[in-house]
């Protein structure tokens, strides 16, 4: 690949120090901009680093002074706001500079939680039952929903505000619960059927044609007496707490006959459906039946060395260096008018 001037776009306070020593990289809040950052340059590219928190004039300004061939897109939200982060690429394509990772549209309909769900309802992909209490709104259960139910942030990703506690089992529970989703975590909130199984994640790299990595597992060797096994904050942030209970994520093993293409088919179709671009990763859940449910869509996943995408990427054959040079390529061919 041709050697890029490339302007690495992250959050303000995650830009990597740059002297690392006396730092743990590995685990430094900013882990993620350093190994992209570091790779690329050590890939031969010309990297700068742009810290950005809600003015945009210093990605103008940016722009302008280094005129780079690709913005590579680390950014989850902009001025603290996560939904933000659709309308920061918008701005990228209105000053016609190519970027890394999914279009505005794909990241407007996959931050929805509910509105993702309609659309693979509508495309008979399987996901739970679900329904959404609005902050400030009396939240009635429809009959048809049944517990236990899982109460999650409708627009916030990392397992923001997801804990054991989230699992509930009655009325008194669930409304306690959506409560301290609109008062501590601040979101609307998103309520559907737990899915008592298996959870798998898939990988997808493209624009018009779709390269899938192979299917991921969360494993739970072991588990505190009456926990679930859910991707909670603590499991997803908690490096101890991973440790304590031999939690990990790994190429997923013993599936039923025919499920990976399965699995693949349902991640194919979801990608499609909210119409995503550059990367992605689809989780789902497997339960006793057999029957796979989606249970979101995360466009721009994390893409740390040694996290489940880039993870998923090795064991396919592509190495850290070449899975970064495949999502500049992405980015480089994306055309805003491929979206039909």
Not at 269 to 289: E, N, P, W
Not at 296 to 312: H, I, T, V
Request: hydrophobic letters at 40%; one cysteine or more.
């Amino acid at each position: 690949m041709r050697k890029l001037r490339v302007l690495a776009l992250m959050d303000d306070v995650l830009v990597p120090p740059g002297d690392t020593t006396g730092h743990d990289v590995g685990t430094a809040d900013w882990k993620t901009e350093f190994d992209v950052v570091s790779t690329l340059r050590e890939s031969g590219h010309e990297v700068h680093s742009l810290g950005v928190r809600d003015d945009l004039g210093v990605i103008r300004n940016a722009i302008r002074e280094l005129k780079p061939h690709i913005a590579f897109n680390l950014l989850e939200d902009f001025h603290d706001v996560p939904i933000f982060d659709q309308n920061l690429v918008s701005y990228l394509e209105l000053l016609r500079v190519p970027y890394t990772g999914c279009n505005p549209r794909g990241l407007l309909l996959a931050r929805d939680k509910a509105l993702a769900k309609k659309l693979c309802v509508y495309h008979r992909v399987p996901v739970a039952d679900f329904a959404v209490c609005r902050i400030g709104r009396k939240f009635r259960r429809p009959k048809g929903l049944r517990f236990p139910l899982i109460v999650k942030s409708l627009t916030k990703e990392a397992s923001a505000g997801l804990s054991q506690a989230s699992v509930v089992g009655d009325d008194a529970k669930l409304e306690e619960r959506v409560r301290f989703m609109h008062t501590m975590i601040g979101t609307d909130a998103l309520v559907e059927e737990y899915i008592d199984g298996r959870e798998f994640y898939v990988g997808v790299l493209g624009n018009q044609r779709l390269e899938l990595l192979p299917v991921w597992e969360l494993v739970f060797k072991r588990l505190p007496d009456d926990a679930r096994p859910i991707a909670s904050n603590q499991v997803k942030w908690n490096a101890a707490y991973r440790k304590k209970w031999g939690i990990d994520t790994c190429l997923a093993k013993n599936l039923p006959d025919g499920m990976g293409d399965k699995i693949h088919h349902i991640a194919r179709r979801v990608y499609r459906t909210l119409g995503l671009s550059g990367y992605a990763r689809i989780d789902l859940r497997m339960d006793a039946t057999g029957r796979c449910h989606v249970l979101e869509a995360n466009p721009n996943p994390q893409l740390a060395y040694g996290e489940d995408f880039a993870e998923s990427a090795e064991h396919a054959g592509i190495e850290y260096d070449g899975l970064l040079d495949r999502i500049l390529r992405l980015g480089l061919r994306w055309r805003p008018d491929q979206l039909r």
